[in-house]
């Protein structure tokens, strides 16, 4: 399946022609010199190659035919540097050619190789292994496409790597969203003499996040939900085909959240966002809990009871309230149970902990079920690093859209969570819009 | 979810002291009247509220005899002092700490024997069961507290005037009122104790509660407790409003270095609450994290209630509940989280007796076979304590000054007729009465308030002259004084205590303490007097009116009302001049009036209209009595009679400076009458109608007037309403916008309005008004 002119390795053609807008085409931003014929040729004949196996449309073929020519030079970067973390994803050419190989500078071979052959780097940086896509055609290249983040405070560090690595001799684009890409634009000039190209962030990842649908419905679906989310013994992860995905609610959750109402590939709106997202959980969790990390953070909400921090309905009602139908067990007031000075002594750093994600977690849940009824789209997409290893959120988004809108709503997850952003932002680079 | 539910009083008890004696006539007052008590504990603070019957002297006005012209004796009536019921309902909160105390003093002082229940609402209310029902002798009934909320709610929008405003910390005035919609329907209520709710109410009985949060005041409280180790709500208050969230969250500029400009974001915006504690690896100050918790808890609640709003299309979001009342941090925090997420589309309220809701309504509840609904009720703004008067920051002059506790109170009286709207109105949900807002116009503010200090003396002592014969008069107006110039000085303070500060609440404030006193009519010797003298030169005047011409009568008949109206007891100017002089006659005073062009000047315009067909029916408002009301306004009616123009004179229901009252006028009119065949057919055939305002104040508000008046204006199609004087043409109603002709008439008796209004002392307001696309 093609998107935005994209081959892909299942052996399918997307048949749709692409909105003018999309078609790739010169990029002005693209480095001259280093677009060099000898890359563009090899790209080219890979390219032929491919389109004549897998398609015989004519403007099919003439897309991937502009697409050689306008091929960007490794290496392929997407990156997406958010408040708290740097997510980057990286594409590692499988078939180069013994030529590409000889041609191949020694920065560019150094480069690959640090990435590919390591799982972590530094102390805080981590490729997630488990993300891996392989056998990707991109652009008429196959490939891995790795997965790679660290925190946002390291990125000095990196910056000094990609300075140690010669990385601006590449002369090669850098395609970065996120707030950082504004933000730390002058650092990356100075500290390692890199130019950015900055990309909106929910552009990059509207694009991101179809893209990877569209190229995971060959293997493990990237999309899935939980059944029975109201029933804790039968709760479980099931595939979602995500075909046709459009009106979707997509909930970006990171430091903060946004959330954005996609009607089409070009045609989203953000609708509101909310500043209790991860970066709540996580500064609270650190302030009441003296915890650092966000793993450590989870760990001990795993291990905690929200209810002891919590007032619940029956609480203060001895049960249900009924009048307004709400069941007992729902939470009346989040850390109500710390108004009182003996609670306050009783309670774990873990149930604090656990009433911190729950507290969150709830909020993001009710707002997002606002939004989904004033804009009257039934489907919800959560993604974001704070589901990352975040079975519990999952759970209670799940729950929750389900109990409080009596089955309307359906949330689904992705499983490339938090990556979305630096995807968008490496099609960006390949295919420009 | 609903109001703070029981809140372990140890986080907020004070130490507990059984020594305070309760001074009686300031707390819990006409408890041995009492009935139907209703009572609402939430979280620290308890609501009583009680109905009582108030026993207090009004002036009644008795006609002798004229009949047998000779047995009559020189007086035209009487005015007596005599003692009415009437009907009143008190609420008082104070800290639950002393709800002992409270409860004892109750106990002590109830004589009424016949309740036996005592609604209870609020979440502290099972807590508090069994000491209700021991002191008292009570059974608790208990009602649902959300019930309750939306019932008190209700009633204060219906029968309170600037219950609601909209806070702004930073503009002149703080709180701008809002003026009563006579539809309050549908509006969305959004309370927030220890959880939200979100209700909307469509109807006095109909109501939903669409939704909540868990997210809420307790949330701020116990976080921030956790936080902070602060254990008051108060303090955490304070300590927020002392902080930089900035250190603590994560905002837009964190992330991009600058705004976030495609999407308008600016970069001072919050991106990530506690964003910074995440990554930062230090210690934050209490105060910060208050505020940024501040900031999160406010941030979202707004974010819900917005996009409940816009589900429901509902424009009007009241906000209640412990985390507002009245604290001027949370309230601007909800109010900048509204403007943010509406862009100015929604605009956030908030209810000066939000507090009381609850005991409102657990109240109304228990008094259904008295049908509350049914009547009018205003506040009493001699018993109410007025806005935030125990927020310890805002008036710690008054928590010393009571010297027990602090507590709130709200008095409201019942009205013995009920209010509607003069349908008249262009636009009654536009109308605003006052003329001049004085909380917003700090150096008219000033002026006023010196002025009614500057009058006080004037007024004791004509209180104290006018019951000569009832004891302990003079001790009861030092009282009145007391009160009075406290009411002021509160008022300097906090100007915002009532509602929006004006003329009319200034006036009517002091209505309200002289009644409170007993002093029902202080100018009833003056009226009498007046009135008698002037209407010795009725037949008189208007004997030489009709030797004008026809266009000279016209002329000289606004002349009359006019200088009749330079005889105003109630402005400075001419209280001095009447005082020294009691002979300045109606000759004297149209000396003293401007010569046209008048300083507001539509005279030619009005002569032109009335040689054209009469009008079908005049309304007229009234102003004095004596010289004002029979040598001024009786000739002016009586040609608009001989014209074939129906005409209403509406008076006072009840005594304020000299006006005239409905029931003054009636015995004058038939004196008048008796003189005069023209008054006398249009008194028989009904064409010459006297009804009351429904109002004792000496300014007019038209959205508040007595249903059968505006029953009559209806019914006569009323097509021309005059208002007279500078109390209801000038202090109130001068930028009124009626669906009909109006003229509005007044002499301006004081110098600094005069000079505000470009015009000197004795300038003429003679304002004719003809509706845009209503020639005549």
Known sequence: MALNGLQVDDGIVDEEDETPSKLPRCNKEMPGPFGSDHQNEAAAAAGRAASERRTSNPSARHRKDSVKKTRPPFPWFGMDIGGTLVKLVYFEPKDITAEEEQEEVENLKSIRRYLTSNTAYGTTGIRDVHLELQDLTLCGRTGNLHFIRFPTHDLPAFLQMGRDKHFSSLHTALCATGGGAYKFESDFLTMADLELHKLDELDCLVRGVLYIDSVMSGGPLECYYFENPTDPDHCAQKPYPLENPYPLLLVNIGSGVSILAVYSENNYKRVTGTSLGGGTFLGLCCLLTGCSTFEEALEMASQGESTRVDKLVRDIYGGDYERFGLPGWAVASSFGNMMSKEKRESVSKEDLARATLVTITNNIGSITRMCALNENIERVVFVGNFLRVNTLSMKLLAYAMDYWSKGQLKALFLRHEGYFGAVGALLELLHPS | ?776
């Not at chain 2, 002798?64 to 020189?74: G, M, R, T, V």
């Not at chain 2, 002329?555 to 001419?574: C, E, I, M, P």
């Not at chain 2, 001049?577 to 300083?599: D, H, I, M, T």
């Open chain 2, 1 to 776: 979810m609903a109001e703070c539910g029981g809140v372990d009083s140890n986080t907020t008890s004070h130490t507990m002291d059984k020594s305070i004696t309760l001074p009686p006539d300031e707390i819990f007052r006409n408890l041995e009247n009492a009935k139907r008590f209703a009572i609402d504990i939430g979280g620290s603070l308890t609501k009583l509220a009680y109905y009582s019957t108030v026993q207090h002297k009004v002036a009644k006005v008795r006609s002798f005899d004229h009949s047998a012209k000779e047995a009559a004796s020189d007086k035209l009536y009487e005015i007596a002092v005599q003692e009415e019921v009437t009907a009143r309902l008190h609420f008082i909160k104070f800290e639950n700490a002393y709800i002992e105390t409270c409860l004892d003093f109750i106990k002590d002082h109830l004589v009424n024997t016949e309740t036996k229940v005592i609604k209870a609402t609020g979440g502290g209310a099972h807590k508090f069961k069994e000491l209700i029902e021991k002191k008292l002798g009570l059974k608790v009934d208990k009602e649902d507290e959300m019930t309750c909320l939306i019932k008190g709610c209700n009633f204060v929008l219906k029968n309170i005037p600037h219950e609601a405003f909209v806070y702004a910390r930073h503009a002149d005035s703080e709180f701008r009122f809002q003026t009563t919609n006579p539809d309050i329907f549908p509006y969305l209520l959004v309370n927030i104790g220890s959880g939200s709710s979100v209700v909307v109410v469509q109807s006095e009985d109909k109501f939903e509660r669409i939704g909540g949060s868990s997210i809420g005041g307790g949330t701020f409280w116990g976080l921030g407790a956790l936080l902070t180790k602060t254990k008051r709500f108060d303090e955490l208050l304070q300590l927020a409003s002392k902080g930089q969230h900035s250190s603590v969250d994560m905002l837009v500029k964190d992330i991009y270095g600058g705004s976030y400009a495609c999407l308008g974001l600016t970069g001072d915006l919050i991106a990530s609450s506690f964003g910074k504690s995440a990554t930062a690896d230090k210690e934050f100050s209490k105060e910060d994290m208050a505020k940024s918790l501040l900031h999160m808890i406010s941030n979202d609640i707004g974010q819900l209630a917005c996009l409940y709003a816009k589900l429901h299309n509902l424009s009007r979001v009241y906000f209640g509940g412990f985390f507002i009342r009245g604290h001027p941090v949370t309230m601007h925090t909800i109010t900048y989280s509204i403007n943010f997420f509406t862009k100015g589309e929604v605009q956030a309220l908030f209810l000066r007796h939000e507090g009381y809701l609850g005991a409102i309504g657990a109240f109304l509840k228990g008094a259904e076979e008295d049908n509350p609904n049914q009547y009018s009720w205003g506040e009493n703004y001699a018993g109410s304590s007025g806005l935030m008067s125990v927020s310890p920051d805002m008036n710690p002059m008054q928590r010393a000054r009571s010297g027990t506790f602090p507590f709130d109170m709200l008095e409201m009286d019942r009205l013995e007729r009920q209010l509607v709207n003069l349908p008249l109105l262009q636009d009654p949900s536009s109308y605003i009465p006052d003329t001049v807002d004085l909380t917003e116009d700090a150096q008219a503010r000033e002026y006023w308030l010196y002025c009614f200090e500057e009058a006080l003396d004037g007024v004791v002592k004509r209180a104290v002259a006018s019951q000569p014969d009832i004891p302990g008069a003079a001790e009861r107006a030092e009282k009145f004084r007391q009160k009075y110039r406290h009411k002021l000085q509160t008022l300097r303070h906090q100007p915002f205590a009532y509602g929006s500060l004006t003329v009319r609440s200034l006036l009517d404030t002091r209505e309200h303490c002289l009644n409170e006193f007993n002093f029902p009519d202080p100018y009833s010797k003056i009226k009498e007097r007046e009135n008698d003298v002037a209407l010795k030169y009725y037949q008189k005047a208007v004997k030489s009116l009709e030797a004008l011409s026809w266009e000279d009568r016209q002329f000289a008949l606004v002349r009359g009302v006019l200088a009749g109206n330079v005889f105003d007891w109630g402005a400075k100017a001419v209280s001095e001049v009447l005082e020294s002089n009691p002979e300045f006659g109606f000759e004297e005073a149209k000396r003293r009036l401007e010569e046209r062009p008048w300083l507001v000047d539509s005279f030619d315009q009005w002569l032109e209209r009335l040689k054209g067909p009469p009008h079908r029916c005049a309304l007229f408002f009234v102003d004095n009595s004596g010289v004002d009301i029979i040598l001024g306004v009786m000739p002016f009616v009586r040609e608009l009679l001989s014209r074939g123009t129906e005409v209403v004179l509406a008076s006072n229901s009840a005594p304020a400076l000299n006006d005239v009252t409905n029931s003054e006028l009636q015995i004058l009119t038939e004196r008048i009458a008796a003189m005069d065949p023209v008054i006398e057919s249009a008194l028989r055939e009904d064409r010459l109608t006297l009804v009351q305002s429904g109002s004792s104040s000496p300014c007019l508000d038209l959205s508040r007037l007595d249903k059968v008046l505006a029953m009559v204006a209806r019914e006569r199609q009323t097509d021309l309403v005059i208002i007279e004087g500078m109390g209801r043409a000038i202090h109130t109603n001068y930028y009124a916008m009626l669906s009909c002709e109006s003229l509005k008439m007044a002499v301006i008796k004081n110098s600094w309005l005069a000079d505000r209004l470009g015009g000197k002392l004795f300038s003429v307001v003679f304002k004719y008004e003809v509706p845009v696309g209503k020639p005549h």
